[in-house]
């Protein structure tokens, strides 16, 4: 089984420009979350997708971060424009149910943004 | 929001000593995580405990919850320098299942 697959593992960018992330979970796996993880902090959550449905993107500012998951299976994570602030770690994770049990994480897309 | 804290923020043992994390959170849970994070990788899950669950066992881990205090702690026994990483605690709260809401984490240093 291959994992979480994130790509890519690095991204530096200028402010203002685009960026995009890009996430495979397990197969099987109908829940997909993005995390952001600022540097000593836990991750925060972003999105959670249920198959292609969004149920829950309360924490995601919307004004320049947005998301889909066609299909239900891949997902993308996409800012425009980025800001210095959003530099920090993008998570995704994956799992069959909503926190019934443990979450599989990708390793994680780290955004610089300068 | 539903957020953990936990303590120590970081420890610093030896390799064959016991480690032991906290973790306190302010209000009902469905069940409480504990995921371990190395440097520059993702999270890695190591346990979950049900709010009607007081204590479980997974190889040198051992996690105990009290819901009367709202806290947990995760026990590594012999550890290993290899156990050398960030631990979170992640709580599960009320209807929303799918919100798994971290903690700061505690970061453990293992010397050989």
């Known amino acids: 089984e291959a994992g979480v697959v994130q790509s890519p593992r690095y991204k530096i960018i200028e402010k203002k420009q685009p960026v995009a992330f890009w996430c495979n979970p397990i197969?099987?796996?109908?829940?997909l979350y993005w995390y952001l993880q600022n540097l000593g902090q836990g991750p925060e959550l972003l999105i959670r997708?249920?198959?292609?449905?969004?149920?829950?993107d309360s924490q995601l500012p919307k004004d320049r971060f947005s998301a889909e998951r066609l299909k239900g299976v891949d997902s993308t994570l996409k800012i425009q424009p980025a800001e210095l602030g959003d530099s920090a770690v993008y998570l995704c994770?994956?799992?069959?149910?909503?926190?019934?049990?443990?979450?599989?994480f990708g390793s994680g897309t780290r955004l610089t943004v300068v | 929001s539903q957020q953990g804290e936990e303590d120590p923020q970081a420890l610093s043992i030896q390799e064959g000593e016991n480690a032991t994390m906290n973790c306190s959170y302010k209000?009902?849970?469905?069940?409480l995580q504990w995921y371990r994070q190395n440097s520059g990788r993702g999270l890695v899950h190591l346990i979950l405990?049900?709010?009607?669950?007081r204590e479980k066992h997974s190889g040198r881990l051992r996690v105990t919850l009290d819901t009367s205090k709202k806290s947990s702690s995760l026990l590594i026994t012999a550890s290993r320098a290899a156990d050398t990483a960030s631990y979170f605690c992640?709580?599960?709260?009320?209807?929303?299942?799918?919100?798994?809401?971290f903690g700061q984490g505690t970061i453990l240093t293992v010397h050989p």
């Open positions: 997708y249920e198959n292609e449905e969004a149920v829950d």
């Open positions: 992640a709580m599960s709260s009320g209807t929303s299942y799918g919100k798994l809401t």
């Open positions: 405990i049900r709010s009607n669950e």
């Open positions: 209000t009902s849970i469905n069940n």
């Open positions: 197969s099987g796996h109908n829940t």
């Open positions: 994770a994956s799992s069959l149910g909503p926190a019934r049990e443990g979450y599989t």
